[in-house]
């Protein structure tokens, strides 16, 4: 009702939302379409960015809701809200001799070449496993967005490690890493104390209400 209200006023605007590099939109998609069905002509505005730009929409306004796996700023007006928590998978060309297998332990990676997912926010974190378990992944490439990524991935050029929620084309099979030990958290961040339109207020609350399982 108040969303509908605010709609009849012309005081909605557009719903902007800041994610990291390493966020796939189709997580929003089901509860953007649910209110693109009662209000369409509502517009949405995406900012993408690291985990500091995506610090710094919120700060200054650009973005009323924020989503990441980790914002490291210290700053007392950020509202953190937890969605949910993901493990990372490796994902091969289904080509690939691996993508026959479920479950890969290390021991199957030290062969292969690692891409490096430098724009994600546990990036270093994935690596730092991986290190511990004798990969040697300085040796890796490094890649600079998720298109890259699954571009690589599908023309053979190595293998990587990619959270749950990462969408992938059926040119590409996942499989679990036996060992791993790499697990995010993806977060709903806000403002604590600035006045948000009606549709970020609604959006806010579906996400925080959704059933991630």
Known sequence: RELAS???????????VALTHS??????????????RLFNRLEFRFLRGNAREVAEFLKKGEAELGIAAEIS???????????FTENFQLVVNKNHPLATR????FNDLRAEQLLSRNYCEHGARVNNSLREHGL?????????SERDLIELL?????????????????TLKRA???????????????VAGRERTAVASAVMR????????
């Open 206 to 213: 579906m996400l925080r209400g959704a059933d991630w399982q």
């Open 136 to 144: 040697d992944v300085d040796r890796s490439h490094e890649i600079a």
């Open 102 to 105: 479920d479950t890969i332990d």
């Open 154 to 170: 599908e023309a053979d050029i190595g293998v990587a490690l990619v959270p749950d929620t990462a969408s992938i084309p059926p």
């Open 6 to 16: 605010s709609f009849k006023s012309g005081a909605v605007g557009a719903l902007r």
């Open 23 to 36: 966020v796939d939109l189709s997580l929003l998609i089901p509860h953007l379409d649910q209110i693109k």
């Open 176 to 190: 679990s890493v036996e060992g791993l030990d790499a697990r995010r958290t993806v977060n709903l961040y806000g």
């Open 73 to 83: 700023e210290e700053w007392d007006r950020l509202d953190t809200w937890p969605l």
